[in-house]
């Protein structure tokens, strides 16, 4: 791949859990890098994510907490950016856009779907965020458990011109089921 993306809860509760990624990570090689911002759960670890930063920084994985950085492909580029999670941390998005060109796409990577309101406000062409699991367990079509106030459960949203997708994620929250939200990892 070009670029590996993490939309946050890499852990549940426990810090170790990292520790599975060591492999994994070692045999993702992409040209343009590894990104990730933190989720609710990765707010779990403590009050101080910096030793969650820095783990994914010794394997390889630039983390955009609250920041962005340019990527350049073909003579172009993109800034690609991240906010930290909305629920449990600061997100800010005045420092993650500091930097940008007004001439180049942005791509912001952003835990909860639901700061998309603020990305759109800004003109983020393309809003990448997760948190949701698809809804997790789906009955008739609809999810008894909301992540999101605004219905953005998974798949495409538009708001004046920008865009979102909210992926289902490969994770579990609660129950250790799936009903009507496969797993995704979106490429």
């Known amino acids: 791949p070009d670029l590996v993306l993490f939309g946050g809860d890499l852990i549940n509760t426990r810090e170790r859990e990292l520790l599975l990624y060591r492999k994994p990570l070692a045999l993702l090689l992409p040209r343009l890098g590894m990104f990730a911002v933190p989720g609710n759960h990765d707010h779990f670890w403590g009050p101080d994510i910096g030793l969650w930063a820095a783990f994914l920084r010794d ?15 073909d003579g172009a580029s993109l800034w690609l950016c991240g906010v930290d999670d909305l629920t ?10 500091a930097g940008r060109r007004a001439d180049e796409p942005v791509v912001l990577l952003s835990h ?12 983020v062409d393309l809003t990448l965020a997760g948190h949701t699991h698809g809804g997790q367990i789906r009955i008739a079509g609809r999810a008894p458990i909301h992540h999101s106030r605004f219905g953005y459960e998974r798949g495409w949203f538009q708001e004046a011109g920008c865009r979102l997708y909210v992926g289902r994620g490969v994770g579990v929250t609660l129950l250790p089921i799936r009903i009507d939200a496969p797993p995704e990892i979106p490429i």
């Open 59 to 73: 394997h390889g994985v630039s983390v955009l907490h609250n920041r962005g950085q340019r990527v350049h492909r």
């Open 112 to 123: 909860h779907p639901d700061f998309f309101f603020e990305a759109a406000a800004v003109g």
């Open 88 to 97: 449990e941390g600061q997100p800010d998005l005045r420092a993650a856009l």
